[in-house]
């Protein structure tokens, strides 16, 4: 979870090993909500924040292009990055939606086989335009999901709707794809927490991802340009023809080493194991919309979802 996942912090943590490396030494990038004094923290980020240097971030940022994907929606936190996200079916006067990993939580990393559900909340996040500058702060009242289990994905509820973010900043919320991404897709992760944009292509699916105790199915592998480092768990993962989000950024191999924290292997149906350093991965997202019913109510039982239950 290295680079974009965080799982060593995870590990780290659960362990009882505290904190994972101080982030306090990482330069604060431009605009973070850093109100916390935390860095990045995600199994990619808690670890990944450590391991980007100024150079690196100063040489990633990435002004939008007119009519590319570009910031607008994204939202900053004390130690990832996230999304303010809509169903297709929701209203504009729904409360509306953040959407970053499970291992970025504020409580930390949930254990194989636990699931969140409807547990309050106040977490804040730093809400940006589509130049990548912050105009508001929005805060959370619940975490309504929020797992490490089959997939790495946290939403939480805010006060505010739709329709008073829009009229307030002009900031339309990025919608979740109800669909399955392609081999081939040409995407962009977006990071709120360094304003930068990564562009590359879905290289194709991993059966079973491992990393630490934790296990992904079906996770999107990434071609090799998107090269995310630690602050970038959380990002949505943009299909760039259409605007909508299908995969939420998580982890990636850093070290070469065989399904450790940080180090993610694949395993295929046989379980063979492949290892691939330098690569990187994200959760597909196109599960949730079934599971979200009328006023963006999570209804696990709902006919279609299938996200893990409690």
Not at 222 to 228: G, Q
Request: net charge negative; proline share 5%; hydrophobic share 35%.
């Amino acid at each position: 979870m290295r680079k974009p996942l965080v799982v060593a912090l995870c590990a780290l943590a659960m362990a009882g090993a505290g904190a994972a490396p101080a982030v306090a030494a990482e330069p604060s990038p431009t605009g973070a909500d850093t109100a916390t004094g935390s860095g990045p923290t995600t199994v990619t980020d808690v670890v990944d924040g450590v391991v980007g240097t100024a150079a690196d971030t100063l040489s990633g940022l990435t002004a939008p292009k007119a009519g590319a994907v570009n910031f607008a929606g994204t939202v900053s936190l004390s130690n990832c990055s996230g999304s303010v996200v809509r169903m297709p079916g929701s209203a504009d006067d729904d409360p509306a939606l953040v959407l970053t990993n499970g291992h970025c939580l504020e409580s930390g990393f949930p254990a194989p086989g636990q699931v969140l559900v409807d547990r309050a909340s106040s977490r804040s996040f730093g809400l940006l335009n589509s130049s990548g500058s912050r105009v508001a702060t929005l805060r959370a009242n619940r975490l309504v999901y929020a797992t490490m289990t089959d997939t790495d994905a946290a939403i939480y509820r805010l006060g505010t709707t739709y329709a008073q973010i829009k009229s307030a900043y002009g900031i339309d919320a990025l919608t979740l794809s109800g669909t399955r991404p392609q081999a081939g897709t040409a995407i962009s992760v977006v990071s709120g927490y360094w304003k930068r944009i990564y562009s590359c292509s879905v290289d194709g699916f991993v059966y079973r991802m491992k990393e630490g105790d934790w296990t992904w199915k079906d996770s999107v592998r990434y071609t090799p340009a998107c090269d995310t480092i630690g602050g970038t768990s959380g990002s949505p993962v943009v299909d760039d023809a259409t605007g909508q989000v299908v995969a939420v950024n998580n982890t990636g191999n850093e070290d070469g080493e065989r399904c450790t924290v940080n180090n993610p292997c694949e395993v295929d149906e046989n379980g063979a194991v492949t290892v691939r350093q330098g690569i990187n991965y994200a959760q597909q997202t196109y599960r949730f919309p079934a599971c979200f019913g009328v006023d963006n109510r999570l209804d696990l039982s709902a006919s279609g979802c299938l996200l893990p239950k409690p």
